[in-house]
């Protein structure tokens, strides 16, 4: 089993070889690399020489990126523009088209096989004319995007708009054969009508995933087993040769802690998470 690690668990830092090295110690094999400048400046040819560098010195590949969802203007994550492929307005939609070309470029440095693509914004309504604009928008992404040898994987985000069955439909309406599915089980999970169901339809366009809980209510990104999802019906729904990448959020510190002790022990989650996962999938 490929055991990832998205490094939105560190979003809020500047992602350095520490960070990775402790992923490695946690039994991660790979990570997915969240592209958003303040945590690693993608367009910088000199970061992505030195990503490569960490990879290798922790024995670790890079399995995946989350392309940017803000133009970040300088490197805080406070100062982006939102980026939506599915913008009705063409200067608007260009320049996140623009913007997810240069994470993409991230390839030349470092191989990778997937880039995740959020089609819809949080909590956005079906509207023929986003779906036309996020046509355009992948039909361009996908050809750059193959060429260089990367996969476009569409993720299922909360909202009526990007579920994983209007995401299936879009791709076969679209003929989009080139872009798969990221399926994302804590944004299923708060659609409702069963995590396992829903993967289950769409398992025939999965090529990756985000694995993560919660109770139904928030967008938690918990440690699987911490949340309402029932992970034993889900993981039978997985392909077996799915990778299963965790994407969790950034721990809260408690009164008297620290911020290294609480990635610590989430780190050791994480272990114990994967190992539990492994075994349910023996």
């Known amino acids: 089993m ?22 490695a110690g946690a039994g991660v094999s790979a990570i997915e690399l969240f592209c958003s400048r303040g945590h690693f400046d993608y367009r910088s040819a000199e970061s992505a020489q030195e990503l490569a560098s960490w990879l290798s010195g922790n024995n670790l590949s890079l399995h995946s990126i989350h392309s940017p969802t803000t133009r970040d203007f300088h490197l805080s994550r406070e ?15 260009q320049d996140a088209v623009d913007e997810i070309k240069r994470a993409l470029d991230l390839v030349e440095h470092v191989p990778f096989r997937y880039c995740v693509q959020h089609v819809a914004r949080h909590r956005d309504l079906p509207d023929d004319r986003k779906w036309d604009a996020a046509f355009s928008s992948l039909e361009h992404l996908s050809l750059f995007a193959r060429h260089r040898g990367v996969t476009i994987a569409i993720e299922n985000t909360p909202g009526e708009m990007a579920t994983p069955i209007n995401l299936k439909n879009f791709l076969e309406q679209t003929r989009l054969s080139s872009v798969k599915l990221c399926f994302d ?26 694995l993560h809980d919660n109770r139904g209510e ?5 440690l699987p087993y911490e949340g309402t999802i029932d992970w034993s019906a889900t993981l039978a729904a997985l392909p077996a040769d799915a990778p299963m990448v ?37």
């Open 185 to 210: 089980a804590g944004h299923a999970h708060l659609e409702g009508g069963g995590v396992a169901e829903q993967l289950a339809a769409v398992r025939d366009l999965l090529g990756t995933t985000h």
């Open 246 to 282: 965790l994407e969790l959020k950034e721990p809260a510190v408690a009164a008297g802690s620290s911020d290294v002790q609480a990635f610590a022990e989430t780190l050791k989650g994480v272990k114990s998470t994967f190992d539990k996962l492994e075994e349910a999938r023996a």
């Open 2 to 23: 490929q055991r990832v690690l998205s490094t939105y668990l560190f979003v809020n830092k500047k992602l350095t070889a520490g960070f990775l090295g402790e992923a």
């Open 79 to 93: 100062s982006g523009a939102p980026l939506s492929i599915c913008d009705p307005e063409r200067l608007r939609r």
């Open 218 to 222: 928030r967008d938690d990104h918990l």
